[in-house]
């Protein structure tokens, strides 16, 4: 059996507690439904325990507990603060951290109805995270780049939903070409979530309330966040929030636009993967990326 094949169970949790943090171990675990890359176990009502899987390295989660403590008291919204850290182990060859547990519901799995509301917590949020990075911050990976140097991702998107899902296919290409062709960021490299989606975010009583998995962390252009306000953000609030972020110029706006068509996409992409049964889909958020796309497209 493969790393990639283990199969992580509530007793295999609880025996590497017993291993490493036995004064953890009695307390209730519960399988939390979702993630990719890490699989996430509910321990007791306070913390969480978030476990390597398909992450080919342990790079992501050291990333996160490198920073997040550095980062976290001063975000105005709850994030996950690693607590414990989980060693390689002959029972379980990867990393696994355990993690304060961030309330509410995943955005894929609940809505924002308080869209004003929501609209200037994810604004006080993004202005006190884009603050200018030390030197020694994670560089872009991945993510991070300008949009012409994603042209590649973008187009892999696109032409692989199916075209009658996508709709007005010249209008998202035209809403790409304008943030390829926006001018860099120049400004410092700031602090940057990186791949802020409906999964990546928790919700309760119809605002945003949380902001989780922040293994995309990186220094750079605050672009790759700024493109939530049409992916996270229900019709209308897009305005909102840019007037109460408050320092987005507008080749910056540009750029945003373009990343959260392509992100539109890619959720798209998965939803589309899980309605046919492929590994990694996720049927949910379908629905999700096809509203956020339309609200690009609308740019509202």
């Given at each position: ?8 169970t ?104 308080r ?57 998202v ?11 860099e ?91 046919r ?7 949910n ?16």
């Amino acid at each position: 059996m493969t790393d990639t094949e283990i199969e992580i169970t509530a007793d295999l949790v609880r025996d590497l507690l017993r291993e490493q943090h036995p004064d953890l171990a009695g307390l209730a675990i519960r399988e939390v439904a979702g993630g990719w890359g890490n699989h996430m176990w509910r321990l007791g009502d306070e913390l969480a325990v978030r476990m390597q899987r398909m992450d080919p390295t342990p790079e992501l989660q050291l990333k996160e507990r490198r920073w997040l403590p550095v980062l976290a008291p001063r975000l105005p919204l709850p994030v996950p603060t690693p607590v414990r850290f989980g060693e390689p182990s002959e029972r379980f060859p990867k990393h696994w951290t355990v993690m304060t547990w961030v309330p509410g519901e995943p955005l894929d799995h609940g809505s924002i109805s308080r869209g004003a509301h929501a609209a200037g917590t994810l604004a006080s949020f993004l202005r006190a995270l884009h603050v200018e990075a030390p030197a020694e911050a994670p560089a872009s990976s991945d993510f991070g780049a300008h949009p012409k140097r994603c042209t590649g991702g973008f187009e892999q998107f696109l032409q692989a939903i199916d075209p009658d899902a996508v709709g007005d296919v010249r209008a998202v290409r035209a809403v790409w070409a304008d943030a390829v062709a926006a001018p860099e960021w120049e400004g410092p490299s700031v602090w940057v979530h990186g791949d802020l989606h409906p999964a990546n975010v928790v919700v309760s009583d119809g605002t945003l309330s949380g902001v989780i998995d922040f293994g995309a962390l990186f220094a750079g252009d605050p672009a790759w966040d700024l493109g939530a306000a049409w992916v996270l953000l229900p019709a209308g609030a897009a305005a909102r929030f840019f007037d109460a972020y408050g320092h987005a110029d507008e080749a910056t706006i540009r750029r945003a636009r373009g990343l959260a068509a392509m992100k539109s996409l890619f959720l798209m992409l998965m939803g589309q993967n899980g309605d046919r049964g492929l590994p990694g889909g996720k049927p949910n958020w379908g629905p999700a990326g096809r509203a956020a796309l339309d609200r690009v497209l609308k740019g509202v």
